[in-house]
């Protein structure tokens, strides 16, 4: 039949679904909605009734429903009267509601009506003028609540169900939700219902919502022989029927007659302890699985709720990309799809499966597997006996390893772990061969207990990706600082702020500067999440281009500053800037509204917070900048933060800056240990929400016999003073053994300085430290470069020896010219 719409009823189109040769199969039948309100007037009229009812919705609303509709027994105050409203004997059972809370008992019924030509104007003509007589079905349900609202009407063709001459009368008929299907009548409703009910609240409508959207469509089941589990009461006995056998009893009783049990009261007394028992089933797993987000914490959840409940074994695998926190690509899964097992669960002797099947290994299936089947389709796979030649294909997957003697002649049920419409997974469930075998209400169950667990475990997967993401982000941003740089040792720190926002705008970073020096630098974005994470890495590398030009602390937050006004009004944040000279021993700082940093002496173990001018944060403009010069004695530590690490909401930060005191001067016997001092003295007060960014810098400083600096003049003769003095003083360090190749860098740089500086003299410096740093300053600003020399060519050749020879090499531009640098390699100590 015609699938069709039906927009303004909520449910729209139902299914049918014959389960007999002799009936309708499986097609597209109208389904009408009717609201009646207490006054028993019409007050909603589905697309779906008019054309069961030939009415227009314009002529319904308002007017009685007895004018139009079968149920004028149904319309009156006494609930109780609805049960006992005469029921068709071809109706058959369950005739129960699917829709839940909000509504009470229901009434049911058949009736042949005139249906009225349409005139196109809406109005319904007289009876003896209708076309023909409609066979119709319906369904009433009393509306509970304090609104106007007082009868649901669902009303279908029964035509569309008339089996042929072959067939007995059907079993059973009743309005349902099917369950796992991609019907969209389901958002429809969700949308439509507290329409159609406006006198229910939010919650019951949310109520009525997410159960219906958890079983599927409306559908009609009409069954011969079985009974069709589509119904979330899954074949609930008939009220109606059952109370009037109950009666015909009593009454039998009353005059003297032998009473006789029927047998069909206790079939269903069974069939209602069946469903009963299956629905506690499927809640208690509900509450079981999903209690956190860690992926492999939740498939232990989902192996243990079914076993020994529902299974003996479950297998769970994933696909490769859901273990490993990665995306997929989309589409089916094909032979070359791999598989993880990530849990085996079973009621067996311990470690019968452990070596045949051990949890962690990877395979994919072939496509002649029902494994293969049940990915591919996306539907349970039920297998009731697995026979020897099922359990031989099977074990061919398994490289010397007879898994035949687990799995021959168990039942098993194979269902996919899916979400949104993505096979993320399969569970693989056997049963012992003296247990009942998997039968189609199995099916359904193990279907409905996989969309649960799909959609937990698709939560736990999203959340391990996007932690992933974030993890890697983050890595990507922070700098990898060395642990050692020319006269200091460094140590760092990171916290995210909250497990769910791995991503901040907190940063730190250490700079290699000209003559030996380093800069520290802290700073804080505003906010949180992907857009501070972006706005740091700005600021980060902007910091660290100015930081290359050598400008001082102050001129370097200046343009900062001036950065992030032309970025955006909304470029907010603090900046801690310090550059330490080991040579002259001393810091210069800057800040830019951030917390000051903590100076440990190493004379006596004092702790001291900096008193720094705070400046404004950057991005706020029009704010100058100070730089302030501290002395500082090697052994003495800079300790450098941002604020989350210090404020708690609800307390001072100056007693978090106290803390931050008194944890940075306790003894340490390494950096790491005295980060991890100070972490765990300040995070453990809680309420820490902000990102923590923490450096720590040991300031050793060079001794003055670790350098040696010499003013050379502008004259070519003094490359060869230069070769000279550099060889002396190698010598003298007892390094002859890099004595020739510095001798020759030195030569090619000295050589460059004297031949493009001006008037100041050339400064030439050597500095031992964990590796040799040879400057040259001279006072043009231009920087040189690599060039391609021919075999002509007299200039070109210089860098390139540089380049090959040192360990580094660099250039930089200073504030009186220029400053080119190459670092060599010192010969280990024996």
Avoid at 480 to 504: E, K, N, Q, S
Avoid at 661 to 672: G, N
Wanted: a negative charge; proline letters at 7%.
């Amino acid at each position: 039949m015609d699938r069709g719409t039906d927009s303004d009823a909520g449910p729209g189109r139902v299914t049918g679904t014959g389960a007999h040769a002799g009936y309708t199969t499986a097609g597209r039948v109208p389904l009408a909605v009717v609201v009646v309100d207490r006054d028993g007037l019409v007050s909603h009229w589905s697309t779906g009734a008019r054309r069961l009812f030939g009415v227009g919705k314009e002529s319904a609303i308002g007017r009685p429903a007895v004018d139009l509709l079968p149920v004028s027994g149904v319309l009156n105050d006494d609930v109780a009267a609805y049960a006992s409203y005469p029921v068709d004997d071809n109706l058959g059972p369950g005739l129960e509601s699917s829709l839940g809370g909000g509504l009470s008992c229901p009434a049911a019924g058949r009736a042949r009506l005139t249906v009225p030509e349409p005139d196109g104007t809406g109005v319904c003509p007289p009876a003896e003028g209708g076309r023909e007589r409609a066979d119709v079905l319906w369904w009433a349900y009393p509306l509970v609540g304090p609104g106007r609202e007082g009868l649901l009407v669902l009303a279908a063709d029964a035509d569309g169900l008339r089996p042929d001459p072959s067939g007995g009368p059907p079993e059973r008929i009743a309005p349902g939700f099917a369950l796992h299907t991609d019907f969209p009548g389901a958002d429809e409703l969700a949308r439509r219902l507290p329409e159609i009910l406006p006198s229910m609240s939010v919650e019951d409508s949310a109520r009525i919502v997410g159960q219906v959207l958890e079983l599927g469509y409306p559908v009609l089941e009409f069954s011969q022989n079985d009974r069709v589990p589509v119904t979330n009461d899954w074949g609930v006995p008939r009220r109606a029927e059952r109370r009037a056998r109950r009666e015909r009893a009593a009454r039998a009783a009353a005059n003297g007659e032998p009473l006789t049990a029927d047998p069909r009261d206790e079939t269903e007394d069974l069939e209602y302890a069946a469903v009963r028992e299956r629905l506690e089933f499927l809640n208690e797993v509900s509450s079981r699985i999903g209690t956190s987000l860690d992926l492999a914490r939740t498939v232990v959840e989902v192996s243990r709720a079914v076993v020994p409940r529902f299974t003996d074994v479950a297998g769970t695998y994933l696909r490769e990309q859901v273990v490993a926190g990665e995306g997929f690509p989309d589409g089916v899964p094909d032979t070359t799809t791999m598989w993880h097992r990530v849990a085996v669960e079973h009621t067996d002797e311990p470690g019968r499966w452990d070596d045949v099947v051990p949890v962690g290994e990877a395979m994919p299936f072939p496509a002649h597997t029902p494994f293969f089947q049940c990915m591919t389709s996306g539907e349970p796979v039920l297998v009731p006996r697995i026979s020897e030649e099922m359990g031989h294909a099977i074990a061919s997957q398994f490289e010397k390893r007879d898994i035949r003697p687990l799995i021959t002649g168990r039942s098993m049920l194979v269902v996919p772990l899916k979400a949104r419409n993505v096979v993320l997974g399969f569970m693989i469930l056997l049963r012992h061969p003296e247990r009942p075998v998997f039968n189609d209400m199995d099916r359904v169950t193990g279907a409905e207990l996989a969309a649960r667990a799909g959609l937990v475990l698709d939560n736990a997967r999203m959340y391990t990706f996007q932690e992933s993401v974030a993890e890697t982000l983050q890595d990507s941003m922070l700098p990898h600082i060395p642990p050692r740089m020319a006269g200091c040792d460094i140590a760092t720190r990171y916290l995210p702020g909250t497990l769910l926002g791995r991503v901040g705008g907190d940063w730190f970073d250490a700079v290699k500067l000209p003559g030996a020096r380093t800069a520290f630098v802290v700073g804080d974005v505003m906010g949180h999440g992907l857009n501070s994470a972006a706005m740091m890495g700005q600021l980060r590398t902007a910091v660290q281009t100015m930081a290359a030009l050598d400008l001082p602390p102050a001129q370097l937050l200046r343009n900062l500053d001036d950065l992030a006004q032309r970025l955006g009004d909304t470029y907010l944040a603090t900046c801690l800037y310090a550059v330490y000279d080991p040579i002259a021993r001393e810091l210069r700082l800057a800040n830019a509204g951030h917390i000051p940093p903590v100076l440990v002496r190493a004379a006596d173990g004092r702790s001291e917070l900096l008193d720094l001018p705070t400046g404004a944060p950057i991005g706020v403009g029009g704010v100058p900048f100070e730089a302030v010069r501290v002395r500082v004695a090697p052994g003495d530590r800079l300790v450098m933060c941002t604020d989350g690490l210090v404020e708690v909401r609800g307390e001072d930060i100056g007693v978090g800056l106290a803390t931050l005191c008194e944890s940075a001067a306790h003894p340490a016997a390494s950096m790491d240990d005295a980060c991890d001092t100070i972490i765990r003295a300040l995070n453990t007060r809680g309420g820490r929400k902000d990102d923590v960014a923490l450096l720590m810098a040991r300031l050793g400083g060079i001794e003055p016999e670790d350098v040696a600096e010499w003013r050379l003049p502008v004259d070519a003769r003094e490359v060869g003073h230069a070769r000279a003095v550099v060889r002396e003083q190698l010598h003298v360090w007892g390094l002859p053994g890099i004595a020739d190749t510095t001798e020759l860098m030195v030569s090619e740089l000295v050589t460059n300085a004297v031949r493009h500086s001006h008037r100041r003299p050339v400064e030439l410096r050597l500095v031992r430290g964990d590796t040799l740093l040879c400057e040259v300053d001279d006072d043009d600003h231009e920087l040189p470069t690599l060039l391609s020399a021919g075999p002509g060519d007299e200039a070109g050749r210089g860098l390139r020896v540089v380049s090959a020879l040192a360990r580094e090499w660099g250039t930089s531009r200073t504030a009186a010219g220029k400053t080119v640098w190459f670092e060599a390699t010192l010969p280990r100590r024996r």
